[in-house]
T-cell receptor, first 114, second 113 residues
Framework: DAGVIQSPRHEVTEMGQEVTLRCKPI?????LFWYRQTMMRGLELLIY????????DSGMPEDRFSAKMPNASFSTLKIQPSEPRDSAVYFC????????????FGPGTRLTVL | AQTVTQSQPEMSVQEAETVTLSCTYD???????LFWYKQPPSRQMILVIR??????QNATENRFSVNFQKAAKSFSLKISDSQLGDTAMYFC??????????FGGGTRLMVKP
């Protein structure tokens, strides 16, 4: 059974460029989470979806960040325009919608903005 | 809002020995789950162990066990018979009614041969 799939695994881009990170949750999971990991701030939740609907986006740092989940098997996190301070590892995780359920993490995307 | 605190940024242990990682948390909720995640150099987040707050019995998973003290809001992880493959960052995490994980700052564990 495939786990959470993220692409790309590594992304290097220049300041000002648009970046799109992709996530495929585990089949049957209906909650999806985007996290960011940095040395300074650790692991922080950016946004999460239940049944494709954004529930809490209070962690999204600013308007340059946007996330979508057009269907149950796909989500994107877009940064436009990107800045060097966006350099981080971005994780996608999924779980079943029932409360307190275990979240399964993808391998992460390491983003470097030059 | 929930907070999770790991007071040990780094720890080391000799192979085959036992080590305990500390975690404290703060919440006003009565029903919640606590987790320990392991992040090896591959950066994959791997669930090590989970504890349900309403269960008094401490969770165990093979060489990993927790000491859950609900009144003290403490949730420590004990690793017995440490192995080189246990070298990793370990994150304590909380999930409550909001269904969102809150992580501690992590403890870097080095297992020495």
């Amino acid at each position: 059974d495939a786990g959470v799939i993220q692409s790309p695994r590594h992304e290097v881009t220049e300041m000002g460029q648009e970046v799109t990170l992709r996530c495929k949750p585990i089949s049957g999971h209906n909650s999806l989470f985007w996290y960011r990991q940095t040395m300074m701030r650790g692991l922080e939740l950016l946004i999460y979806f239940n049944n494709n609907v954004p529930i809490d986006d209070s962690g999204m740092p600013e308007d340059r960040f946007s996330a979508k989940m057009p269907n149950a098997s796909f989500s994107t996190l877009k940064i436009q325009p990107s800045e060097p301070r966006d350099s981080a590892v971005y994780f996608c995780a999924s779980s079943k919608r029932e409360r307190y359920n275990e979240q399964f993490f993808g391998p992460g995307t390491r983003l470097t903005v030059l | 809002a929930q907070t999770v605190t790991q007071s040990q940024p780094e720890m080391s242990v000799q192979e085959a020995e036992t080590v305990t990682l500390s975690c404290t948390y703060d919440t006003s909720e009565s029903n919640y789950y606590l987790f320990w995640y392991k992040q090896p150099p591959s950066r994959q987040m791997i669930l090590v162990i989970r504890q349900e707050a309403y269960k008094q019995q401490n969770a165990t998973e093979n060489r990993f066990s927790v000491n859950f003290q609900k009144a003290a809001k403490s949730f420590s992880l004990k690793i017995s018979d440490s192995q080189l493959g246990d070298t990793a960052m370990y994150f304590c995490a909380f999930i409550g009614a909001g269904n969102m994980l809150t992580f501690g700052g992590g403890t870097r564990l080095m297992v020495k041969p």
